[in-house]
């Protein structure tokens, strides 16, 4: 095979490589402003959004995994909380709300054709931002 047939084959392969990898950028987008749009979703404090997705899986954004917990989320959404008693009425309502929320997000995902499952994945990233945001109100 030729220089010119070889080249010609690998941009074409490149452009395809490209143009999925945008049409996932757009489903992304587009998953996402559904999240925004919906009256649940779009109103909790922290949004729940599509971070990639991979196949027919969705993966999204949650503030809970085995390593941090529903109480430290809260926290970190409401911290007023902070001063409450595990047992405060308001913690269990807290944790029903986020709870709800959360599945209600995975629910819209999986309204679109594309998605057939749903993954969660802990958004470390809105933690530090959150954090960076918190220490630097502290110092003004």
């Avoid at 109480?71 to 709870?99: C, G, K, V, Y």
Wanted: cysteine-free; aromatic content about 8%.
């Amino acid at each position: 095979m030729s220089d010119r047939k070889q080249f010609i084959i690998v941009m074409i392969v490149a452009a395809i490589f490209v143009g999925w990898l945008g049409w996932r950028g757009v489903e992304v987008i587009t998953l996402n402003q559904t999240l925004k749009e919906d009256e649940t979703v779009g109103s909790y404090p922290y949004q729940h959004r599509v971070l990639r997705v991979e196949g027919q899986t969705a993966v999204m954004s949650s503030l809970r995994s085995q390593n941090v917990g529903t109480r430290e989320a809260l926290i970190t959404i409401f911290p007023s909380m902070r001063n409450l008693s595990d047992n405060h009425r308001d913690w269990q309502r807290a944790e029903r709300e986020l709870a709800r929320v959360q599945a209600k997000a995975g629910d819209v995902v999986l309204q679109s054709p594309d998605i057939t499952r749903v993954r969660w994945e802990l958004d470390s990233n809105w933690y530090h931002l959150t954090a960076m945001q918190t220490n630097g109100n502290r110092r003004h």
